[in-house]
């Protein structure tokens, strides 16, 4: 078998309409990529931006979030909450060096699985094109740099918790 | 082996892991043995086992056995999806002595097994999750459902015969209810109807009698000509308002004598008669049809001279008796409180002229099948003969089946009752007119109780049969033999050629899709639909009338197509659900809600706007935020959103999420 990246992407999906349309994927059998990492929430609106940047500082290639559409959302708007932090994610994600197609935001009902498998695997092809993200390994190099340039040990205690 | 001590900083951490082969359906892909090989070496894991089917007697006695022998106090089930099987293992959690909460589910079927095809990548990828689970659960802590007491009244939306039914169920056990319906008067559809197939008797001596007594039942506060317009609250504790459209009568007075329409100064009707679907006129006062319920006149404000400003001696105020008539009347509103709701909102037909080859709305003689029904029915506007627009009997019919079903143009769904109503029309037609009747169809499906033998009945009553899809519908002749018809183009698939057949009459056997605004029903209730646009039940199987609501149930034609017995069999389980959630007297409350720790927050305000729910004050002696736990739905926005992460959402906490993150990355 050929040594294709399999790129690991951490989806946070709404219980009410992404974790469903996803069940409907499953009980439809139709086949997607198998590199989700799924973490139920019950909204949208419940994505801290530290979920995001804790998935990407720990190894995720991509993150994805999946909420309800617009007007539909099982708490009204939490949906649209998630929106106003995904947009300065997006722009704090560009500042870090981050590639925008590694966070992507989708509004799929609990009747569109045939969506959730388009999403999914076109973000994987997506990913798999930029290569895997490293985060974890370049925090390692960051540190050991760190300690080359022989820094006070207070310091180094810093970055240790930043990671 | 000895286990290693693992603590979550409070407690001793003793998990217990099973994965469940779920027959093939997971086995089949996913390594089960090896998942759970791998799980036992994660810290914390005491025990790890996989089994044929978790869900079984056999596998869930597993787990409250090994809860006993092995102190397990944390409980990871990696199966099937949450929403199918997460409280049958939390009760068995809670059967072995722990707290249910104590517990959480990995979906690797929906999410693994049956959208796979590598079984080695399903495999990590089913390792991942569990590892996920694992990491989240030693953070779980003991929670309480709270109890809310239910009121004791139903909300039953839509008076067709799924409504009606619902309704005196509910009554007859004693409940109260209340049936909103937004016409004039109950019946629905099944109103329209001369006779109802297999069995041939006569819908309006089934329904009429139904709705009369829904009309003079103690129990049912019915509102026709009202609509709900707003829904709040929550399983067992709904509000809602309804809006009472004025009818121009005072409905306390009105008997029904219909003195009113006859003195109208129109001596003949000015509008198209709606329950007549438009093949009658009636005048701008009016009454839906003879046996409406309940029995009262209205004025239809568009068609009415003095309530567009015109000059009129106003003849029906005069005639009237008792004064009933009131011009100045406006829309009312009553507020009622609710502990379920059952939505049978129904359908609508498909649209025939969105089939332009068939001809709809551009020859006369081309009919809906709801028209043809308006035909055979003796109160209807011919007086049940079956004539052709301009007076003339049709010697010939054509049934076009599946106009606007199985149909990858418009709807894709078959609409499960025009195969059935067209045979009826069949037998009606054919029965009226002694016309030669020709059925169009693609396949005939007759699946039901005695339907197959009705179908047998058409046969022997030498009905013609076509097997096609009907190609168009012409009124260009190419013989003599077809001048002045209307000529039906359609290959003979059995025959295996193309058939011109001349006929006087085309009936089109309309499908049935969802009404028009039924996303805005659907939004006010909170509830989903299927991808084309009926209403979602909670499980195809399991919860086929509940919604991803609790305490809103769905009946009838607007969770899907189908038949007057199904709907009534549907309509009754709605009703029993809903009593027996009344009967039982309280909710269980999910405990996912979300509270403040005052020593963290800095009473910023920045959740209290957040909040769709308006749960949350301000306590201002104490400078703190509060959230209400009756008003809060566990959405979470309010957690994410709080600066100083001062809110904790239960179930959702912080902690669990970001290890759930953590260890579902960590495993390569």
């Known amino acids: 078998m050929p040594n294709v990246f399999e790129p690991r992407i951490l989806a946070f999906f709404c219980n009410w309409c992404t974790y469903t349309a996803a069940d409907l994927a499953g009980v439809s059998r139709m086949k997607y990529a198998p590199t989700t990492r799924v973490v139920r929430v019950m ?13 990407f500082a720990k190894g995720a290639d991509g993150v994805l979030i999946g909420g309800c559409h617009p007007g539909d959302c099982h708490y009204l708007e939490g949906n649209t909450k998630f929106l106003r932090r995904f947009r300065m994610l997006k722009r704090m994600l560009a500042d870090l060096g981050i590639e925008p197609e590694r966070l992507r935001l989708e509004w799929i009902s609990a009747s569109e699985g045939d969506r959730l498998r388009t999403v999914v695997n076109e973000m994987t092809e997506q990913i798999r094109a930029l290569g895997p993200l490293h985060m974890p390994a370049h925090f390692k190099e960051w540190d050991t740099e760190v300690l080359v340039e022989d820094l006070s040990h207070d310091r180094e205690e810093e970055v240790g918790e930043r990671v | 082996m000895e286990h290693e001590v693992h603590t979550n900083g409070k407690e001793e951490v003793r998990i217990g892991f099973y994965i469940c082969h779920c027959g093939s359906n997971i086995g089949g892909t996913i390594d089960v043995a090896a998942v759970a090989d791998y799980v036992r070496t994660l810290p914390g894991v005491v025990v790890s086992k996989d089994y044929k089917y978790m869900c079984s007697n056999a596998g869930q006695d597993m787990i409250v056995e090994d809860i006993e022998i092995n102190r397990l106090n944390r409980i990871v089930v990696a199966a099937c999806s949450p929403l199918l099987h997460e409280k049958t293992f939390r009760s068995a959690t809670h059967k072995g002595g722990i707290n249910p909460f104590f517990f959480h589910m990995v979906n690797i079927r929906e999410h693994g097994s049956w959208v796979h095809e590598d079984k080695a990548l ?19 802590k003991a929670l309480e459902k709270r109890k809310e007491p239910v009121t004791q009244s139903v909300l039953i939306v839509g008076g067709g015969i799924a409504g009606i039914q619902a309704a005196q169920t509910l009554s007859n056990a004693g409940k109260k209810v209340y049936l909103v319906e937004r016409e004039p008067t109950i019946g629905g559809h099944m109103a329209l109807f001369d006779k109802t197939f ?48 004025p009818r121009y009568i005072k409905e306390d007075l009105c008997v029904g004598c219909l003195d009113c329409i006859d003195n109208c100064v129109f001596k003949q009707g000015n509008t198209d008669d709606e329950f007549n679907q438009s093949l009658s006129k009636r005048k ?20 009415c001279t003095h309530l567009n400003g015109g000059k009129c001696e106003q003849s029906c105020a005069t005639a009237c008796e008792r004064d009933a008539i009131d011009f100045n009347q406006k829309e009312s509103f009553d507020d009622i409180e609710v502990g379920t709701v059952i939505v049978t909102t129904g359908f609508k037909t498909f649209d025939a002229a969105r089939k332009p080859l068939y001809g709809y709305g551009r020859y006369d003689n081309v009919y809906t099948a709801l028209e043809v029904e308006r035909l055979v029915t003796s109160s209807g506007p ?41 045979l009826k029309l069949a037998h009606l037609i054919k029965e009226h007119t002694g016309a030669e009747v020709f059925n169009f169809y693609i396949d005939m499906r007759c699946a039901g109780k005695g339907y197959e033998e009705f179908y047998e009945r058409l046969l022997e009553e030498g009905n013609r049969f076509v097997r096609g899809r009907v190609a168009e519908v012409t009124d260009v002749p190419v013989s003599a033999e077809e001048e002045g018809k209307l000529v039906v183009k359609v290959e003979d698939s059995l025959a295996g050629f193309v058939r011109r057949i001349p006929v006087d009459m085309v009936v089109l056997s309309t499908g049935l899709e969802p009404r028009q605004d039924a996303s805005n029903v659907r939004r006010m209730f909170n509830i989903s639909c299927s991808s084309e646009g009926f209403f979602l039940e909670r499980h195809p199987k399991l919860a086929p009338i509940s919604t991803t609501t609790d305490g809103v149930f ?30 039982k007297g309280f909710v269980e409350m999910e405990p996912m809600t979300s509270f ?66 953590e260890e579902v990355l960590a495993h390569a």
């Not at chain 2, 990491?135 to 779980?140: D, W």
């Not at chain 2, 701008?284 to 068609?303: G, R, T």
Request: proline share 6%.
């Open chain 2, 382 to 422: 011919t007086g049940g003969e079956v004539v052709l627009r301009d007076g003339r009997r049709p010697k010939t019919v054509a049934i076009v089946h599946c106009v606007g079903s199985r149909d990858h143009q418009t709807n894709r769904w078959c609409s499960r009752v025009c195969c059935m109503y067209s």
């Open chain 2, 284 to 303: 701008p006062v009016y009454i839906p049809f003879p046996q409406a319920v309940p029995k009262l006149v209205v004025i239809d404000p568009e068609a």
């Open chain 2, 554 to 583: 769905i009946a009838g034609c607007c969770q899907g197509p189908k038949d007057i017995p199904d709907t009534v069999a549907q309509a009754g389980f709605a009703a029993g659900e809903a009593m027996a959630l009344l009967d």
């Open chain 2, 122 to 140: 399903a495999t990590e990828k089913a390792k991942a999750v569990a590892r996920g689970a694992v990491g989240r659960v030693r953070f779980h």
């Open chain 1, 43 to 55: 909204c949208s609106g419940r994505v801290d931006p530290q979920f995001v940047l804790s998935a």
């Open chain 2, 596 to 661: 403040v720790n005052e020593e963290l927050c800095s009473g910023c305000k920045t959740c209290i706007g957040l909040c769709p729910f308006s749960a949350i004050t301000r306590d201002d002696a104490k400078e703190v935020a509060v959230i209400n736990p009756v008003l809060c739905k566990g959405c979470g926005v309010c957690v994410a959103a709080c600066p100083s992460g001062a809110i904790t959402q239960n179930l959702f906490e912080d902690c669990e999420i970001f290890a759930e993150i």
């Open chain 2, 198 to 245: 297999p069995t041939l008797d006569c819908a309006a001596c089934i329904l009429t009698p139904k709705m009369t007594d829904i009309g003079s039942d103690p129990n049912i506060t019915l509102w026709s000509y009202a609509e709900v317009v707003d829904v709040k609250g929550y399983v067992g504790n709904f509000t809602a308002q309804i809006r009472h459209k």
